[in-house]
């Protein structure tokens, strides 16, 4: 959903004149007159209150008055990020880049006042989706990796951790997907999506090695939560193959609708192909993974892609995907 709004807005910019606020450097000056009338009527309210009456004139597309709300929140709460960020996404609207990375940047360095740490996190994957809507990868890596550097259970030197990880490694390239999940379990977390979308892109630069630590961790995590939900519904369940798993979801529809909604489909296709593209000898287990992306027509291209590449195995495809 932030994708898309995003992009609907940045698609914008070239079909549709914005009026003429939109291209001054500071809104504040264009809103102070109303703001000043109505400073008093407004700081009778909570700053929460404000905040979500500005976001409500924001989706209504009324961004002069929404921009009203959100700075008289300011006045009152001038160390609360989620203010700036609010700000920032207005700013979006408005047509104006140079202050939308302004006020993110604002959010950010205040990111100790946050009431919790996943809205941090956000913060950096709002960064993302402009990036690679500006066609700016590079930056696009770095505010990825900004959510990664993190996750403790990837970024952690400690000998025990780091071998895990090699196992993981190890197990997916030498005993497949379907028994790495048998043997090894990963909480989700805040950075399943940045796992996912770092090592799609790394498969599609080519960056195999790269990619591969990636997409095990967020295709361990995305199917962790899912198995753990599942058990608490059927207390004797033993996980075999996902294929059987997936088989066994149909009727359990919360389930199957967060491994969509996490892009499972998407992981396990690129986990496949940046198995096949670092080491050739390994393709069977790229073979384990397209072979059930195959059967499964709610894998939409993923499901086609994977039938090409079982009659003939190759890198750079080039799927049209938005990470």
Do not use: C
């Amino acid at each position: 959903m932030r994708f898309f709004f995003l992009a609907a807005i940045i698609t914008s910019f070239s079909l549709f004149p914005f009026p003429a606020f939109a291209q001054a450097r500071d809104v504040r000056e264009q809103v102070s007159q109303e703001l000043q009338t109505r400073a008093a009527d407004l700081q009778r309210f909570p700053s929460w209150l404000l905040v979500e009456k500005g976001r409500e004139l924001r989706t209504q597309g009324r961004i002069s008055d929404a921009f009203t709300y959100f700075f008289a929140a300011q006045d009152k709460m001038p160390q609360d990020p989620g203010i700036d960020f609010e700000i920032a996404k207005a700013y979006l609207q408005a047509g104006d880049m140079p202050m939308v990375h302004l006020y993110l940047d604002r959010a950010i360095e205040k990111r100790m006042h946050f009431s919790h740490p996943q809205l941090l996190y956000d913060v950096y994957y709002f960064r993302s989706d402009l990036a690679w809507l500006q066609e700016e990868f590079m930056r696009y890596e770095l505010e990825l990796l900004q959510i990664i550097r993190a996750d403790q259970r990837f970024m952690s030197q400690e000998e025990f951790d780091r071998n895990l990880r090699r196992s993981y490694l190890t197990s997916v390239l030498d005993r497949g997907l379907n028994r790495s999940l048998v043997l090894y379990r990963i909480p989700d977390s805040f950075s399943l999506e940045a796992h996912r979308r770092l090592g799609v892109f790394y498969v599609q630069s080519g960056r195999f090695q790269e990619a591969l630590p990636h997409l095990i961790f967020s295709t361990i995590m995305s199917f962790t939560r899912v198995i753990e939900e599942y058990r608490k519904l059927v207390l004797d369940f033993e996980f075999s193959t996902i294929a059987d798993f997936m088989e066994r979801l149909h009727t359990q529809e919360g389930l199957r609708d967060y491994l969509y909604s996490v892009q499972v489909y998407q992981g396990l296709y690129y986990l496949a192909e940046g198995i096949y593209g670092y080491d050739r000898t390994r393709v069977e287990s790229s073979r384990e993974i397209w072979r059930f992306l195959s059967q499964r027509p709610d894998a939409g291209p993923y499901q086609s892609a994977s039938i090409s590449q079982l009659a003939n195995p190759q890198t750079y495809l080039q799927l049209r995907d938005r990470l």
